[in-house]
C-alpha cells in the first residue's frame, strides 16, 4: 500500500493519517481525475488531510473490480469456512488497532474519544466477528411438495453489493454494512460520508491484510450527488444498502429502480419517542432520557428526541433534566472525561441552531443552552425545550443535534396516538415499572425497536431498521443476511420419466 505523507496529529503524534487514496481492487490509488477534498477536524474546523475524491467514473472502475471478484471469485468460490477465518482475523486486527482506529475516528468526527474506543471498536470487532460466525451457517431448505419433486433451496449471495453510509458512526457503518455482506459472499463498492472518509480507509487496509483477495471490497469518498449517485444508479451493482437522512433516501431509491430496479435496503432518519410513565423513578428517568438524546452529540437516527413525561411526574422531571444537561461536559472530545465533543460540521451546526431559533419562535420554552459553546470549532450548548408540541418543527423534524424536547402527557392513549403521529418510526424508549403499561406501549408503538428501561442497546444479534419513513429492511442479526442473499429453487422430478 501507499501510504501519503502523514499530517501530524495533535493529539498524538506517533498515530498519522496514512490512507487517503481510494481502495480500488486492493490497492490505493488517486482518483481518475486527481481531484482531492480536505476532510475537516470539527474542534477547529482545520484540515486534517486531503482525501481522493471519487467520482463516476472512480465507481465504475470499483464496480468493475467487485464484479470480477464475485464473478472469477475467488469470494464467492472460496469456501464459508475461509471466509470467515478472513472476518475472525480482520475482527483481531481491529481489536490491536483500536488506538489508531479510535484516534482517526475522533479526530475526523468529533465523538468523544473514550466512546470511540471504549464502546464503538469493541462494538465493531464484535459485529465482524458475529458475521463471521454466520458464514459457514447459511443453508437452504428440502421442500416437501405436492407433486413427485425433488424441491431444494439454495442461498447464493447476491452478487455486488453498493454501500452508502453516514458520518455519524463511521466504523460501526462500516461494519454493519461489509459484514454481513462479505460473510454471505458478496462483493462490495462502499462510499463512505464526505465527512468522515478517514477509518472507512484504514479499516479497509486492516481488512485486506486480514486476507481479503483484491476486488472483494472497495472504498470510494466522496461526495453524494456524484459518487453517491453512481454508484445508486449503476447496472451492475446488483443490491443497494443505504444509511442517511430520508430525503437522501428517496433519492437512491428512486435511482436504483430507474436503472436496474436493484433492490434496496434503507436506514434512514427517526423522530424517537422516548416515554416518561407516571409510576418512573424520575432520577433515573432523567439520567436515561438525557442518554437517548445526547449520546453522540445527538447525532443518531435512533436518538428519543421527543420526551414525552407523564404530568405527575412533569415538573420535578423539568427540573432535572436542566440540571443534568448544565452538568454534561461538553469540550474536546479527546480529554478525558468529556461527554459531548463538537457537531460534525459547519453546515450542521447552523442546521442546529435554525432549529433552536424555530422553537423559540414557535411557542416553546428554552430552560437551559440555546447557543454555541466557545468560538471556535462547532460546540452547541446542551439544550433543553419545554412546552413542545406536536405541530412545532422541533418536534417534527430530525434535528440531529443535542436538543432535548419534552412534551407533558396525561394518559396512555393520548401518548400512544402522539407518539405516533410522525412520519418517522425507528425507535422508541418506555420508562416504566408497570407490566402491563410495558407491554401496551411496546405493541402500540409503531417503531422497529422499542427499548423498555434502556436504550440504544445496539448488540449484534438485534435486528435494527424503521417503519414508516424511518427505512426499509433490517440490519444486523440474521434478519441482515437475507439482504444479500438470493433463494434459487431447484427442483427435478423424484424418477426421470
Ligand atoms: P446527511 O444529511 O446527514 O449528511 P445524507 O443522507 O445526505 O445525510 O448522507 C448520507 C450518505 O448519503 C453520505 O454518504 C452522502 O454522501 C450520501 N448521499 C448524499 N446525497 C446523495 C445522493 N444524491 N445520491 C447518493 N448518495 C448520496
Known amino acids: 500500500y501507499s501510504t501519503s505523507a502523514g499530517i501530524e496529529n495533535p493529539i498524538n503524534p506517533s498515530i498519522k493519517v496514512h490512507c487517503t487514496q481510494l481502495l480500488i481492487n486492493g490497492n490505493f490509488v488517486d482518483s481518475a481525475s486527481g481531484k482531492t477534498f480536505p476532510t475537516y477536524d470539527p474542534r477547529t474546523g482545520d484540515v486534517i488531510a486531503h482525501v481522493a475524491e471519487g467520482d463516476a467514473e472512480d465507481i465504475d472502475r470499483a464496480v468493475c473490480a467487485a464484479r470480477k471478484a464475485f464473478d472469477e471469485g475467488p469470494w464467492p468460490k472460496m469456501t464459508a469456512y475461509e471466509r470467515s477465518k478472513v472476518l475472525f482475523r480482520f475482527a483481531d486486527l481491529l481489536d490491536k488497532h483500536i488506538e489508531e482506529l479510535a484516534t ?67 466504523l460501526l457503518m462500516f461494519a454493519w454494512k461489509v459484514g454481513p455482506a462479505l460473510a454471505c459472499g458478496c462483493t462490495i463498492v462502499l462510499k463512505s460520508a464526505e465527512q468522515t472518509p478517514l477509518s472507512a480507509l484504514y479499516a479497509a487496509k486492516l481488512l485486506h491484510e486480514a486476507g481479503l483477495p483484491p476486488g472483494v471490497l472497495n472504498v470510494v469518498s466522496g461526495f453524494g450527488p456524484t459518487a453517491g449517485a453512481a454508484l445508486a444508479s449503476h447496472m451492475d451493482v446488483d443490491k443497494l444498502a443505504f444509511t442517511g437522512s430520508s430525503e437522501t433516501g428517496k433519492i437512491v431509491l428512486e435511482l436504483a429502480s430507474k436503472s436496474n430496479l436493484k433492490p434496496v435496503i434503507l436506514e434512514l432518519g427517526g423522530k424517537s419517542p422516548f416515554i416518561v410513565c407516571k409510576d418512573a423513578d424520575v432520577d433515573k428517568a432523567v439520567e436515561l432520557a438525557h442518554f437517548a438524546l445526547f449520546f453522540n452529540q445527538g447525532q443518531c437516527c435512533s436518538a428519543g428526541s421527543r420526551t414525552y413525561v407523564h ?59 440555546g447557543d454555541r459553546l466557545g468560538s471556535k470549532g462547532f460546540y452547541i450548548q446542551p439544550t433543553v425545550f419545554t412546552n413542545v408540541k406536536e405541530d412545532m418543527l422541533i ?43 410495558a407491554n401496551t406501549l411496546s405493541r402500540a408503538l409503531k417503531v422497529g425497536t422499542v427499548w423498555i428501561n434502556c436504550y440504544d442497546v445496539f448488540d449484534a444479534a438485534i435486528p435494527f431498521g424503521g417503519y414508516k419513513m424511518s427505512g426499509q429492511g433490517r440490519e444486523k442479526g440474521v434478519h441482515c443476511l437475507s439482504n444479500y442473499l438470493q433463494v434459487k429453487a431447484i427442483v427435478a422430478p423424484l424418477k426421470n420419466p
Open 311 to 369: 404530568e405527575d411526574v412533569h415538573d420535578e422531571f423539568i427540573e432535572k433534566a436542566k440540571a443534568r444537561a448544565l452538568k454534561r461536559s461538553v469540550g474536546d472530545p479527546f480529554k478525558a472525561g468529556v461527554e459531548q465533543g463538537p457537531q460534525i460540521d459547519s453546515e450542521q451546526f447552523e442546521k442546529i441552531l435554525r432549529y433552536i431559533r424555530s422553537g423559540i419562535e414557535s411557542g416553546a420554552i428554552l430552560i437551559t443552552g
Open 104 to 170: 482517526l475516528e475522533t479526530w475526523d468526527n468529533g465523538k468523544p474519544y473514550e466512546q470511540s474506543a471504549k464502546i464503538e471498536l469493541p462494538m465493531i470487532s464484535r459485529i465482524i466477528r458475529y458475521y463471521a460466525g454466520w458464514a459457514d451457517k447459511i443453508h437452504g431448505l428440502t421442500i416437501p411438495a405436492d407433486g413427485p419433486h425433488l424441491v431444494q433451496t439454495i442461498h447464493e449471495p447476491i452478487g455486488v453489493a453498493g454501500q452508502i453510509i453516514p458520518w455519524n458512526f463511521p
Open 395 to 437: 418536534a417534527q423534524d430530525e434535528i440531529f443535534g443535542p436538543v432535548q424536547s419534552i412534551l407533558k402527557f396525561r394518559d396512555m392513549d393520548e401518548v400512544i396516538r402522539r407518539a405516533n403521529s410522525t412520519r418517522y418510526g425507528l425507535a422508541a424508549g418506555v420508562f416504566t415499572n408497570d407490566l402491563d403499561t
